[in-house]
């Protein structure tokens, strides 16, 4: 009984895509291969032999026709199971080396080992052995520039041989060799298959594949010829020689661990190697994140200046000024709002102050220099109402308002207005205000953004020698922090309103404009914030396209490590870690 073939073709054809056409590479192959032989596959360029190739080392999959491995056939497998038989069975030596430059000639000969999941002390001392074996053991640490041909080829030769592979697929191994150097390849190629392992050449040089002891020709995409030759026959080994035993499959999380520290040391030397693809990548992550922190900052920032400026004017605070609704044309002509009004609202338990308040515009005169002014009567409690801020001297207090006291308080902007060279204190200076003498006590910074010149009397002193009338314009009342200031406007409302009979009077709420504003602010700032939310969806859009462009650039690189093993998830894994990495720098 003959032995089973460890690879059978059956009628396979492989056809590509042409434009609107199809071309069909190989044309209903028949082969069987057993172990231990060295064939040799031979035919012209174009001929069809490197499509043959891939589709024996599960490179390729064929349109029709059935391959099968050991009996068991290709076209059941997934992809992971494919790898796996890349990884385990196959060894593949390439024409052009195909060496990763950023790693020595240990960690080429690594790699299959590192995508099976063997251990770091375990690959190494393996591929060091087996380097020493080719004669390459003082070169183990050199990198591929730093190899000839024929020493780059005997790395590739070493990486195939790491998993101790029974198929050893060598796709025109001397031709990028001299003389020497390929007679050098071709006897290793010759001591493995008399060692019991499976050598399988593609070639177009007879003197090449005369080194076999089985020939077979391929033109146009069918195999021609199919022969024996006898003179390498003493070369050929059993078909029961040993292979290598397989090591013990290595536990899971192990083998995770080594892959995920590999292709993450990779991705480093990746993105170092081309490092200024690596900051392009970066740029548009970098001005997409700066919008992003900049938009938000600016529109952050914004609503914390304007609820800054509504603090200024006092927080938790109702103005409460003479009409029956907003805008009432005869407002003016309402005078039951009076001081009695305020005095009994500062009373009230959750009212922490609460002050008169009587303003007029006038004239202020310093030496030769006239200024226009709002000039303020309010009460000694009118600085606790509006928080001010006193930049130097001192407020005026209830004495000052029972005496009718001619002190005032002016804000910075009438300071530098009325005093424009005046670089030391002003208290104590004496202004007129139309005629009327008045002494500085006090400087508060001014209110918000304001530009009005601003000077603040006790009410008792504006009602009796400027206005003449005991009405107030309003009346500004702050209760506590605690109390909701929604609920305070309700509880004023009624007390007023019993007071005066009616509700002839409009009460201004600061926390309700507060909270309107700060909602307006907060919805501006959420457009701006997706506005640069865009702006960092397209900076990934350019990594998308960059990574991309890097795929496309490396495909020689993926196509080397699909070879010899790796999983489509490690490739996966690799370029998401650089993606990440150039995302996180």
């Not at 290598?244 to 990779?266: T, V």
Request: glycine share 8%.
């Amino acid at each position: 009984m003959s032995e089973a073939a460890l690879i059978s073709l059956k009628s396979v054809t492989r056809r590509y895509p042409s434009g609107d056409d199809v071309t069909t590479v190989l044309h209903h192959i028949d082969l069987t291969v057993h172990r231990g032989e060295m064939v040799a596959i031979i035919g012209a360029s174009g001929s069809g032999k490197s499509t043959l190739m891939n589709i024996l080392g599960c490179l390729d999959r064929p349109s029709e026709g059935e391959y099968q491995i050991s009996g068991r056939p290709t076209s059941e497998l997934e992809a992971d199971e494919l790898a796996e038989l890349r990884r385990e069975h196959f060894g593949f030596i390439f024409q052009r080396y195909h060496l990763l430059n950023e790693l020595d000639a240990v960690g080429n000969v690594e790699i299959p080992a590192i995508y099976a999941g063997r251990s770091r002390d375990e690959r190494r001392e393996k591929a060091e052995a087996i380097l020493q074996r080719l004669g390459m053991g003082e070169r183990t640490h050199h990198r591929p520039n730093q190899l000839s041909g024929g020493q780059q080829q005997r790395v590739s030769i070493a990486r195939a041989l790491i998993n101790d592979a029974d198929v050893i697929l060598a796709d025109e191994p001397t031709g990028a060799l001299d003389s020497h150097s390929g007679e050098e390849v071709l006897g290793i190629l010759q001591q493995l298959n008399r060692d019991g392992r499976t050598i399988i050449i593609v070639t177009h040089d007879r003197y090449v594949a005369a080194r076999a002891q089985r020939i077979i020709e391929i033109r146009d995409g069918e195999i021609i010829a199919d022969t024996r030759n006898d003179a390498a026959a003493g070369a050929r080994a059993s078909n029961d020689l040993p292979i290598d035993r397989k090591p013990e499959k290595p536990k899971l999380f192990n083998g995770m661990r080594d892959r995920f520290n590999e292709a993450f040391a990779m991705a480093l030397r990746s993105l170092n190697a081309h490092r200024m693809r690596t900051f392009l990548t970066m740029l548009g992550i970098i001005i997409g994140t700066g919008s992003v922190v900049c938009v938000v900052a600016l529109g952050q920032g914004s609503q914390k200046r304007i609820l800054d400026q509504i603090s200024d004017l006092g927080t938790n605070s109702l103005y409460i000024s003479p009409g029956r609704s907003f805008g009432d044309l005869k407002a003016e002509q309402i005078t039951t709002l009076t001081v009695g009004d305020a005095n009994e609202l500062a009373k009230l338990p959750y009212v922490v102050a609460a002050t008169p308040m009587s303003s007029s515009t006038s004239t202020v005169r310093v030496g030769d220099k006239e200024v226009s002014v709002m000039v303020s009567g309010v009460g000694y409690q009118h600085f606790v109402t509006r928080n001010s801020k006193l930049l130097e001297g001192r407020f005026f207090d209830k004495r000052s308002v029972d005496d009718l006291a001619q002190d005032a308080v002016i804000d910075a902007n009438a300071k530098t207005t009325l005093f424009p060279h005046e670089y030391g204190s002003v208290i104590g200076k004496i202004v007129l205000l139309k005629d009327m003498p008045v002494r500085i006590i006090g400087v508060v910074k001014e209110m918000g953004e304001a530009k009005n010149l601003e000077v603040l009397l006790p009410y008792t002193t504006v009602q009796t020698r400027m206005t003449g009338s005991r009405s107030l314009q309003s009346i500004m009342a702050r209760v506590n922090d605690t109390m909701d200031a929604a609920e305070a406007e309700k509880m004023v409302t009624t007390f007023l309103t019993k007071r005066h009979g009616e509700q002839d009077f409009v009460i201004f709420n600061i926390d309700s404009w507060q909270n309107t504003i700060q909602a307006t602010t907060e919805t501006f700032a959420l457009l701006i914030a997706c506005i640069a939310g865009i702006s960092l969806f397209v900076g990934g859009i350019g990594v998308m396209n960059i990574m991309l462009v890097a795929v496309s650039e490396r495909t020689n690189e993926i196509g080397v490590r699909m070879a010899i093993g790796a999983r489509q998830s490690d490739i996966l894994q690799q370029f998401l870690i650089e993606a990440v990495l150039v995302c996180l720098l």
